[in-house]
């Protein structure tokens, strides 16, 4: 049974920094492109950062050079570091499979930003 349990967010100041934690399992986590996915208020869920495999990254536009998204295979465990955080990065952040996310989604970890 797949598992994604998301953890590490919390309430922020503008400017300041988080990292969010995604441990897996139920799934071969080397071999799988992971993705950070975040639900702003209002919002479609939309995916901000991937990593493949072999550690390739890319993102959103919106977090470039803002986000670190990293893994520990060893570990199974995704991670995304957020700094010169935004009130619009204010959300719930979930991590999943990429591109074809599975069905059922963990719990998520909410990140608010205050201004």
């Known amino acids: 049974q797949v598992q994604l349990v998301e953890s590490g967010g919390g309430l922020v100041q503008a400017g300041g920094s988080l990292r969010v934690s995604c441990v897996a399992s139920?799934?071969?986590?080397?071999?799988?492109?992971m993705g950070w996915y975040r639900q702003a208020p209002g919002k479609q869920r939309e995916l901000v950062a991937r990593?493949?495999?072999?550690?390739?990254?890319s993102y959103a536009d919106s977090v470039k050079n803002r986000f670190t998204i990293s893994r520990d295979n060893a570990k199974t465990t995704v991670y995304l570091h957020m700094s010169s955080l935004k009130p619009e990065d204010t959300g719930v952040y979930y991590c999943?499979?990429?591109?074809?996310?599975?069905?059922?989604w963990g719990q998520g970890t909410q990140v608010t930003v205050s201004s």
């Open positions: 139920g799934i071969i986590f080397r071999f799988t492109t």
């Open positions: 990593i493949s495999p072999g550690g390739t990254t």
């Open positions: 999943n499979l990429e591109p074809n996310p599975l069905p059922t």
